[in-house]
């Protein structure tokens, strides 16, 4: 039966789980050839993984929920009837963290200490809109260079 447990938690593995948590950001950026307007869309991806093994009677168990939450954000950059552009970034493990027991019976825990980081997940995205800027700002040069090409 032990051992039967101990396969089943390696078969769980990975879990994955989505929060409620949901972000949004958006910006304008001046260009010469008008407003860039860039609206963000992030998302919390949570991955957990089950370690360890129940305790059989008189023994503690060592099972534990290691997680892991990640920032997902999508990008919709728009200047005018030019240029469209859609792009997608992510940002791995901006939260972790571990439960004791099953990660199936530990999600709303994991939930409640994703969302109590919320400020950590604001603080990434708006480090990732940052970063961005100067693709967007490529983007647009590219789409102005083969707009006069054309």
């Not at 938690?9 to 990975?14: D, E, P, T, V």
């Not at 992030?42 to 009677?57: D, I, L, P, W």
């Not at 994991?110 to 950590?120: G, K, M």
Request: hydrophobic share 40%.
């Amino acid at each position: 039966m032990m051992k039967k447990l101990a396969f089943a938690g390696l078969a769980i593995g990975m879990c994955f789980s989505a929060p409620a948590l949901a972000l949004e950001h958006e910006i304008v950026i001046d260009h010469p050839a008008g407003p860039i307007a860039a609206d963000y869309e992030g998302s919390v991806r949570v991955e957990t993984r089950q370690v360890g093994t129940a305790g059989v009677a008189g023994r503690p168990s060592t099972l534990r929920c290691q997680w892991s939450a990640a920032l997902d954000l999508e990008r919709t950059a728009k200047l005018g009837e030019t240029l469209q552009t859609r792009r997608v970034m992510t940002r791995d493990d901006v939260a972790s963290g571990s439960t004791s027991g099953w990660c199936n019976s530990s999600a709303r825990t994991i939930d409640r200490l994703v969302e109590a980081r919320r400020d950590s997940f604001r603080s990434a995205m708006l480090a990732m809109v940052e970063q961005d800027r100067t693709i967007i700002l490529a983007e647009a040069e590219n789409a102005a260079v083969n707009g006069r090409d054309g």
